[in-house]
């Protein structure tokens, strides 16, 4: 248990599971107040109950305005001025080659990875952060910064997720920070076909630090990136947090 959030009102979208949940964990001990949201009322509850500490739920689905206006005022309402908001969630519901993806799954992917973090920001900014400043980290992904077989789709989606950093934190400094973390692969549900078995393994060589991401990895950079008294004068930074991954390192043996 620390203090290093102490009093601050963070909401953590995609909280049940994961990324989301690792880094609601860490800020409840950190003694913040969390709210987290997702599509399934039973899976929030769930992870507020493992999580302790002053955590809250409000189900909602992250594409829609009504309920990012819902879950919004609840937070507010229950927990007090959102200090935090972390853009967590996200979808990928195409794999393969981006010249043969469909209208709709390109639509979607755009707008839950995409359209709703911007939305949700200027959500929580409407809500009251422009008169009492705070913290704001976009969930992207190292795929942002690369071309991929099968991810293109979402990584083109991640990739204006670090642009949207730059931009809005241009815009909603001083007294507000965005930044983002970029993840390589973390042992998670929704990357689960690429890590399990021996698969796992295989890519874990290509890490000089010879593993996977935990959950908890990326919970450790979120809370630098939302604590003032760690990095009061960072903002539109995008941090990769990879093991390694990205340096293009190739085990022998
Ligand atoms: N895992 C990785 O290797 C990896 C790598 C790089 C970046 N990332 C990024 O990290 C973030 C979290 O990923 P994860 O691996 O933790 O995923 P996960 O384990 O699948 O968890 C996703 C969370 O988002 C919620 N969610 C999904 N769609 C939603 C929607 N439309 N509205 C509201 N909530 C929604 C899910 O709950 P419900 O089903 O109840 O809605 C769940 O709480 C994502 O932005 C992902 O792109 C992950």
């Given amino acids: 248990m620390g203090?290093?959030?102490?009093?601050?009102?963070?909401?953590?979208?995609?909280?049940?599971?994961?990324?989301?949940?690792?880094?609601?964990?860490?800020?409840?001990?950190?003694?913040?107040?969390?709210?987290?949201?997702?599509?399934?009322?039973e899976s929030c509850e769930e992870a507020a109950k493992e999580i302790g500490g002053t955590v809250d739920f409000e189900p909602g689905?992250?594409?829609?305005?009504?309920?990012?206006?819902?879950?919004?005022?609840?937070?507010?309402d229950r927990l007090g001025a959102i200090d935090i908001l972390v853009n967590n969630a996200a979808t990928n519901p195409y794999a393969g080659p981006m010249i043969d993806v469909d209208r709709a799954r390109w639509d979607k992917t755009l707008e839950i990875n995409m359209t709703a973090p911007m939305f949700w920001t200027q959500g929580v900014w409407q809500a009251g952060m422009k008169e009492t400043g705070g913290s704001i980290l976009n969930i992207s992904s190292v795929g942002g910064f690369h071309t991929s077989p099968i991810l293109g789709v979402y990584d083109v989606t991640k990739a204006a997720l670090i642009h949207m950093t730059k931009q809005l934190a241009a815009e909603l400094g001083p007294k507000t920070r965005v930044n983002a973390l970029a993840p390589g692969l973390i042992k998670t549900d929704f990357a689960r076909v690429l890590w399990e078995g021996e698969r796992g393994g295989e890519v874990a060589k290509a890490y000089p630090l010879n593993r996977l991401g935990e959950p908890d990895d990326v919970a450790k950079a979120a809370l630098y990136f939302c604590d003032d008294s760690a990095s009061g004068w960072v903002t539109g930074q995008t941090l990769i947090l990879d093991g390694g991954g990205s340096i293009g390192f190739k085990r022998v043996g």
């Fill in 61 to 76: 689905h992250i594409g829609k305005q009504e309920d990012m206006e819902r879950v919004i005022g609840a937070t507010s």
């Fill in 3 to 41: 203090n290093r959030l102490e009093g601050k009102v963070a909401l953590v979208t995609g909280g049940s599971r994961g990324i989301g949940k690792g880094i609601a964990k860490l800020f409840a001990r950190e003694g913040a107040k969390v709210m987290i949201t997702s599509r399934k009322a």
